[in-house]
């Protein structure tokens, strides 16, 4: 549910980052308007869905297709209780000066002005969705991944590399920048694991289909 979310940023900056590397300025603020200023998030959708349909074929777990009714669950809750995390803001509460849906699916609620109610609630919901519904149309559409899909395989064992990559580049360019902080490590774990797991879709879930056909 948060996987996700904290890993798309971390690949999407790889072209941010080569651009910082060649001597480059690094325009964070266009950055962060497209990772999280922008309603329904692009980013993030699309990194689900494309993760959700490679890892359909592979991971052969129905749950895969139902991960978003908790984050429909919170989502729900949140708009029906109007509760808010920093209320710092009279951006930051819905009914104030904006609508429920504004504050949640719209413009009103933005990191800009101190709300964070969509980067923690309506983000996770909307990246949740997408990946279940890659997955689900790719195990309708083509099925479980056999011993013979040899290129599905290779290409999740790429998007792990890619992942992990882009984890080791990040850590680098903000140690470079800012100096290295223990917090860094903290905000890795979630996409070192989620890399490690397309790692092990891809290469240790195939050999297991090739020994078993």
């Keep these: 549910m948060y996987g996700i979310p904290t890993t798309a940023p971390i690949v999407f900056s790889l072209g941010f980052k080569f651009l910082f ?7 964070r603020r266009t950055f962060y308007s497209l990772v999280s200023e922008s309603p329904y998030f692009p980013v993030q959708t699309i990194f689900a869905l494309i993760l959700g349909w490679l890892l359909g074929r592979v991971l052969r777990h129905r749950s895969m297709v139902w991960v978003w009714m ?3 669950t919170i989502l729900c809750y949140s708009v ?18 904006q609508s429920w849906f504004s ?3 719209g413009w009103g609620c933005r ?26 149309v790719t195990r309708r559409t083509l099925g479980f991944a056999s011993s013979q899909s040899s290129a599905h395989f290779r290409t999740v064992t790429i998007a792990g590399l890619i992942v992990l990559g882009g984890i ?18 903290l905000f890795a774990l ?6 490690a797991l397309l790692l092990y879709a891809g ?9 078993n056909a």
């Design 111 to 136: 990191p800009v002005y101190y709300c964070l109610d969509q980067l923690v609630i309506t983000m996770p919901f909307y990246s949740s969705l997408a990946y279940s519904l890659g997955a689900a």
């Design 80 to 97: 029906a209780t109007s509760r808010v995390l920093l209320p710092t803001s009279v951006f930051a509460s819905p009914g104030a000066s």
């Design 70 to 72: 908790l984050p429909l």
């Design 190 to 195: 979630s996409p070192t694991g989620l890399g």
């Design 21 to 27: 590397f060649f001597g480059h300025s690094y325009p």
């Design 168 to 185: 080791f580049i990040d850590l680098a360019v903000s140690t470079k920048t800012s100096g290295w902080r223990t917090s860094y490590l």
């Design 203 to 211: 290469s240790t879930l195939h050999r297991h289909h090739v020994s």
């Design 103 to 105: 504050h949640y699916f």
